[in-house]
């Protein structure tokens, strides 16, 4: 007799990763309105239709839920970065890929952005330490992709680079509701590239 085998996740647990992506897009909205501290477990759970305690069916803690958010955050620039310099043509063209990708994100996660530069001192030192590490290693993907473009250049200039470049990015979609989206998008990749020496 033949047995069906299912594959793939099962509808309750399909059910419970949707939830758990709903808290983390909700935390994300509610930390960087409020702050931090000024989120209950009950206002999470709120925000999604569930009860404060049946948040701890998803997370441990608060503090676990901003974690998921600012370590998946990280790991997910360091592994987008990467993907989209990996499969551009050469380097000219994959710096012009990883601004192009730093820009979705930006114009994608203003909340995230906010509850990075506010709230990453509310994590723990392990999860503080990982995504600066995570951090870290998303610059060096564009230090390097900068210093085989210009060789000549010290590294350290070229990090400065990069880094004020995140900056530019991450700071404009606070600012730039009044501007169409296409034009906005325009005028942060002409600006990020003008930046990164490009």
Known sequence: ??????????????????RRTALLTSAAHLFA?????????EDLGASVGISGPAVYRHFASKQAVLAALLVGVS??????????AQDA?????ALRALVRFHIDFALREPD???????????????????????????????V????????STDRAELR?????????LNS???SARSVSMSRTRALLQEMALAALGS
């Open 33 to 41: 309105t409020r702050g931090f501290d000024g989120v209950s477990l």
């Open 1 to 18: 007799m033949a047995e069906t085998l299912e594959t793939g996740p099962t509808a309750r647990g399909r059910a419970k990763a949707e």
């Open 144 to 151: 390097d992709v900068l210093h085989r473009l210009s060789p």
């Open 112 to 142: 995230v952005i906010r509850v990075q530069d506010r709230d990453l001192a509310a994590l723990s030192t392990q999860d503080r330490e990982s995504v600066r590490d995570l951090q870290r290693r998303y610059v060096d993907l564009w």
């Open 75 to 84: 790991e997910g620039l360091l592994v987008g970065g990467r993907s989209v």
């Open 160 to 168: 400065l680079r990069a880094q004020a470049t995140f900056g530019l």
């Open 172 to 174: 404009t979609p606070h």
């Open 89 to 93: 043509e050469d380097d000219s063209a």
